[in-house]
């Protein structure tokens, strides 16, 4: 079975300044990885995913997140933050083989993201 | 843009009584989830829906809970007998075929008392 570990629960950032969110897994197959925001009485919307090929995978609202298969970390970073991404982010994993994305998704507690005037 | 819709955003219930959480998902898709949150917790995993089958399902899928297709548009979560610690929200999802997205609704709070 696989896991995901958000090691922070909250962080506090000023607006304009970079930030990087943790996300490490554990599985004993291979597997897809995501980043999900929930923005307050939203559902979840999709970031960015990595399926294969390149490490460094860019997403929406200018986020990007690099696959580390040796740390086995998908972190989630942005160079410069706005008072709008202030949401909760959630990375989750799926495992890679098998049927086309059948598989239930297996989440983090979650990051809550506070961008600070 | 096509989106994944639940309703009621809340539901309030005593413990004992049946509560039935619905969702539209996108129309093309062919997979169908439902996970729940318990405040303050992940968001779990509890069951698929594929070709008018459940496909996979956690162990908190109990026989407490079922689904169901009724008519070709709407997903339901039935919960049989609620108990306190049903409380939760409750996110409907779903994914076109050889997609490896999940859409998301908005969730439904069920409240237990």
């Known amino acids: 079975a696989q896991s995901v570990t958000q090691l922070d629960s909250q962080v506090p950032v000023f607006e304009e300044a970079p930030v990087e969110l943790r996300c490490n897994y554990s599985?004993?197959?291979?597997?897809?990885l995501f980043w999900y925001v929930q923005y307050p009485n939203q559902g979840l919307q999709l970031l960015l995913k990595?399926?294969?090929?390149?490490?460094l995978v860019k997403g929406i609202n200018g986020f990007e997140a690099e696959f580390n298969k040796s740390q086995t970390s998908f972190h989630l970073r942005k160079p410069s933050v706005h008072i709008s991404d202030t949401a909760e982010y959630f990375c989750?994993?799926?495992?890679?083989?098998?049927?086309?994305?059948?598989?239930?998704?297996?989440f983090g507690s979650g990051t809550r993201l506070q961008v600070q005037p | 843009e096509p989106e994944v819709t639940q309703t009621p955003s809340h539901q309030v219930t005593q413990m004992g009584q049946e509560v039935i959480l619905r969702c539209v998902p996108i129309?093309?898709?062919?997979?169908f989830y439902w996970y729940r949150q318990i405040l303050g917790q992940k968001v779990e995993f509890l069951v698929s829906?594929?070709?008018?089958?459940?496909?996979?399902k956690s162990e908190i899928f109990d026989d407490q809970f079922s689904v169901e297709r009724p008519d070709g548009s709407n997903f339901t979560l039935k919960i049989r007998s609620t108990k306190l610690e049903d409380s939760a929200m409750y996110f409907c999802?779903?994914?076109?075929?050889?997609?490896?997205?999940?859409?998301f609704g908005p969730g439904t709070r069920l409240t237990v008392t």
């Open positions: 129309s093309n898709h062919l997979y």
């Open positions: 599985s004993s197959v291979s597997v897809y």
């Open positions: 999802a779903s994914k076109a075929d050889r997609s490896y997205e999940q859409y």
């Open positions: 990595y399926l294969s090929g390149s490490t």
């Open positions: 989750a994993v799926s495992v890679g083989r098998g049927d086309t994305g059948r598989r239930a998704l297996t």
């Open positions: 829906f594929y070709n008018n089958e459940i496909s996979e």
